[in-house]
């Protein structure tokens, strides 16, 4: 591939639902695998659970479990509506405040 071509970037979509259900989108030539972690209090069962994760996986799916291919992190917590609301109150006062500072 030359260096001036951008490589096309394949989307995928994962919905995380209150009851702890995924639903993963992506096209049809996409492989998804879902594993799960094993739960860990500690730094050292942490690194066991890596371990476990890391032997448990198929080879095809093993070359992926590395740092640098992780393409998202996050920490899922439960989206309340108390959360939404608070949302848009603070956007509604960042708004105020722009304007505030485009009149000035």
């Known amino acids: 591939m030359e260096s001036t071509e951008r490589q096309k970037r394949e989307k995928v979509l994962v919905v995380a639902h209150a009851d702890n259900h995924l ?3 992506a096209a049809k030539h996409v492989d998804v695998k879902i594993v799960r972690c094993p739960a860990s ?16 996986l198929p080879p ?10 992780c393409r998202k992190s996050e920490m899922l917590r ?3 509506p108390s959360t939404i609301q608070d949302a848009k109150l603070v956007r509604g006062l960042l708004k105020t405040l722009n304007s505030i500072g485009d009149a000035a």
Not at 47 to 53: C, I, K, L, S
Not at 60 to 69: D, N, Q
């Open 78 to 80: 439960p989206l309340l």
């Open 41 to 56: 209090f500690t730094d050292e069962m942490k690194g066991m659970a890596e371990d476990f994760v890391e032997q448990t």
């Open 60 to 69: 095809a799916w093993r070359s992926l479990y590395f740092p640098g291919f």
């Open 23 to 25: 639903e993963i989108f």
